[in-house]
């Protein structure tokens, strides 16, 4: 069975960084592609970034384009998004989720098979 667990969150102030954590249990990561996706209330969950499974390759939301970076670890069975430069509207229950397939689309979350609790980030202005 797998599991998705996110950390890491909290309340920064603009400009400031945080990093979250996705730890994955029952496969390892690098037999998924990993999406990182947001939630803000009131709003349809959203693409920020994702990774594929064989080549590493990244992708990311024109919003937080070079201001987040994906990265998995394969030794440890995790992925992280560091998060940089942080604006209030960035802030969202962030959720990693998991993928399976190979075609269909990086950037739905509708096509994810396995999603973890989320981890609150809430930005200050």
């Known amino acids: 069975q797998v599991q998705l667990i996110e950390s890491g969150g909290g309340l920064v102030q603009a400009g400031e960084s945080l990093r979250l954590s996705c730890a994955a249990s029952g496969r390892t990561v690098s037999t998924f592609r990993m999406g990182w996706f947001r939630q803000a209330p009131g709003k349809e969950r959203e693409f920020v970034a994702a990774?594929?499974?064989?080549?590493?390759?990244?992708y990311y939301a024109d919003s937080v384009k070079g201001r987040f970076t994906i990265s998995r670890d394969n030794v440890k069975n995790m992925v992280y998004l560091q998060m940089n430069s942080l604006k209030p509207e960035d802030s969202a229950v962030y959720y990693c989720?998991?993928?399976?397939?190979?075609?269909?689309?990086?950037?739905?979350?509708?096509?994810?098979?396995?999603w973890g609790a989320g981890t609150q980030v809430t930005v200050s202005s």
């Open positions: 990774v594929t499974r064989s080549t590493g390759s990244t």
């Open positions: 989720g998991a993928m399976d397939s190979l075609v269909k689309s990086i950037r739905n979350w509708r096509e994810y098979d396995y």
